[in-house]
């Protein structure tokens, strides 16, 4: 009898034990299976071409009001180095984050990029500066975030030729019927420059302005630049420009700064349009330094591009995001001048 207790004790413990490694292997198992992150695990990284842009600095301020407790993001700048973009990304996909938000530094160079995420099964949020349809579509788990750049030099174009028309004498100086314009361009190859230059100056002949292009130069987005390619305008042209298209905010303001240092007075000077809506941007319109800028939604970008991005690392359906061709997210832009600058102060 008591051999028998003895036995089935032992026994009974055996069991125990056996049922104990069933249920600790199982689970150990089942935690390795890749499974949909809880909010408070989700890493996002996001990568952006360089850290003294303008509009992207505002752009990511209104991603990080977006970006719930217990979100990690880590954010990292490329000054402008495709292949330290490429370091960061490699970096960061090490570290482990579940998705990514890429403003490319190289518009065509998303290769190496691409690569490294497909391997790694980390989808990527492209934002900002488009890459073409060829790269987008090589993988599923790619998406773009940006705005409509035709609808912004439509919008640019339209904004001049309202204002030449209310205030003809004040636009044409030298009352010969025609503008003498001038266009301050971002960098070369980024679609927004292209397409903003193209679409604002068809737009102002479309709408029957008489127009003379006398000069142009490449100022890469930078209102330092802006202000020397301008300098050097102002002494080529001297009174002779009327019309100043910048294909952002910050170049707007450089041909501004390059007026001021040539001390040329507020009634000579030509009238000049920016495009960001950026807060000196605006700010400038509010002073009347530059008569009308056309906003960018950066607000909506930020959210549209968090919204995304959480939706991806949960993995859930991204259904109600609306997305073009099931990879495009494209905001409006709209026109402010000193009717309406106010309401998008603080916006
Ligand atoms: C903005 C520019 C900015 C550039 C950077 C453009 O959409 O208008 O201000 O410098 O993007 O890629």
């Not at 492209?126 to 035709?150: C, H, M």
């Not at 041909?255 to 605006?282: C, H, M, Q, W």
């Amino acid at each position: 009898m008591i051999i028998r207790n003895i036995f089935s004790r032992r026994y009974s413990r055996k069991i125990f034990v056996w049922v104990v490694c069933v249920v600790l292997t199982v689970g150990m198992l089942s935690g390795c299976e890749k499974k949909a992150p809880e909010s408070n695990e989700i890493k996002i990284g996001v990568c952006c071409y360089d850290q003294y842009d303008t509009f992207l600095s505002q752009l990511i301020k209104c991603f990080e009001k977006c970006v719930e407790d217990g979100v990690n993001v880590e954010y990292v700048y490329a000054s402008q180095s495709q292949i330290t973009q490429n370091e960061q990304v490699e970096k960061l996909i090490a570290k482990g984050v579940d998705v990514l938000c890429v403003n490319l530094v190289d518009r065509t160079a998303p290769n190496t990029i691409i690569e490294l995420a497909k391997k790694a099964d980390v989808p990527i949020i492209f934002f900002n500066r488009e890459l073409v349809e060829e790269d987008i579509t090589q993988w599923p788990k790619l998406y773009y975030i940006g705005s409509d750049a035709f609808e912004s030099g439509r919008m640019q174009g339209e904004l001049a030729a309202n204002m030449i028309r209310r205030e003809s004498s004040k636009a044409d100086k030298n009352g010969d019927g025609r503008i003498q314009y001038v266009v301050l361009e971002g960098e070369a190859g980024h679609q927004d420059a292209i397409v903003r230059t193209e679409y604002s100056v068809n737009t102002l002949i479309d709408e029957g302005v008489e127009v003379d292009k006398v000069g142009y130069a490449i100022a890469n987005w930078n209102r330092a630049q802006a202000q020397t390619k301008m300098a050097q305008l102002i002494e080529r042209n001297g009174d002779g420009i009327e019309l100043v298209l910048a294909n952002n905010d910050d170049m707007a303001l450089g041909a501004v700064d390059a007026y001021n240092s040539a001390k040329i007075s507020a009634d000579e000077r030509p009238l000049i349009f920016g495009i960001d809506g950026t807060d000196v941007g605006l700010e400038a319109v509010v002073n009347k330094t530059i008569m009308g800028t056309i906003y960018n939604d950066k607000e909506g970008q930020a959210r549209a591009m968090y919204d995304l991005a959480m939706a991806l690392a949960k993995g859930e359906s991204v259904s109600s995001l609306n997305l073009e061709d099931g990879r495009y997210i494209r905001t409006h832009y709209e026109k402010v001048d000193a009717a309406n600058v106010l309401q998008y102060i603080h916006k």
